[in-house]
T-cell receptor, first 118, second 112 residues
Framework: GAVVSQHPSRVICKSGTSVKIECRSLDFQATTMFWYRQFPKQSLMLMATSNEGSKATYEQGVEKDKFLINHASLTLSTLTVTSAHPEDSSFYIC??????????????FGPGTRLTVT | GENVEQHPSTLSVQEGDSAVIKCTYSDSASNYFPWYKQELGKRPQLIIDIRSNVGEKKDQRIAVTLNKTAKHFSLHITETQPEDSAVYFCARGQSGYSTLTFGKGTMLLVSP
């Protein structure tokens, strides 16, 4: 099946700094990637849809100037958490759609990034 | 709207028993219904999905049923095993729109 990688898997940063998270589709091209945030014991909350070569679409309540998304190639999307605060601490998961096969609905998830802001 | 309600939030069963998790959705345009399994600290894994042109799909011990009229779909796991213990999420999608809306999840605990 399609593989999505995410880096780093875990990051600790100080309040006020920025953190970049990478999401890569390893064996397929992904014109669309998604960024989710998951708090402990909660569901996946979609933050934004990342489209290759165009601006990301943010969900209501998600600050686009705080969570910068860049989808510069068909296999890489990045999420930068700017001026991070402790309340940004969460599990960030990306997913990607492989539209080349018979199932264009299916999303493949990355392993997630645990962000801790101290 | 596109809300997805999922029940129960937790489910405890004995090994060998069956487990059923139910989800309801509100958007009648929904036509894709995947189920994901997420173990603690790991990525969600697709375990089964169903499209709106069928009412049931089965894969070994896992089955999903869909009632379009009532707008609900269910996950059925038979002969549960301790390794089935995880959080299960239902979701809905719609052709032409790439996003999925997830339910709140069900923590399944299978006791040996």
């Amino acid at each position: 099946g399609a593989v999505v990688s995410q880096h780093p898997s875990r990051v600790i940063c100080k309040s006020g700094t920025s953190v970049k998270i990478e999401c890569r589709s390893l064996d397929f091209q992904a014109t669309t990637m998604f960024w989710y945030r998951q708090f402990p014991k909660q569901s996946l909350m979609l933050m934004a849809t990342s489209n290759e070569g165009s601006k990301a679409t943010y969900e209501q309540g998600v600050e686009k100037d705080k969570f910068l998304i860049n989808h510069a190639s068909l296999t890489l999307s990045t999420l930068t958490v700017t001026s991070a605060h402790p309340e940004d601490s969460s599990f960030y998961i990306c997913s990607a759609r492989d539209t080349s096969g018979t199932s264009s609905y299916e999303q493949y998830f990355g392993p997630g990034t645990r962000l801790t802001v101290t | 709207g596109e809300n997805v309600e999922q029940h129960p939030s937790t489910l405890s069963v004995q090994e060998g028993d069956s487990a059923v998790i139910k989800c309801t959705y509100s958007d009648s345009a929904s036509n894709y219904f995947p189920w994901y399994k997420q173990e603690l600290g790991k990525r969600p894994q697709l375990i089964i999905d169903i499209r709106s042109n069928v009412g049931e799909k089965k894969d070994q011990r896992i089955a999903v049923t869909l009632n379009k009229t009532a707008k609900h779909f269910s996950l059925h796991i038979t002969e549960t095993q301790p390794e089935d213990s995880a959080v299960y999420f239902c979701a809905r999608g719609q052709s032409g729109y790439s996003t999925l809306t997830f339910g709140k999840g069900t923590m399944l605990l299978v006791s040996p």
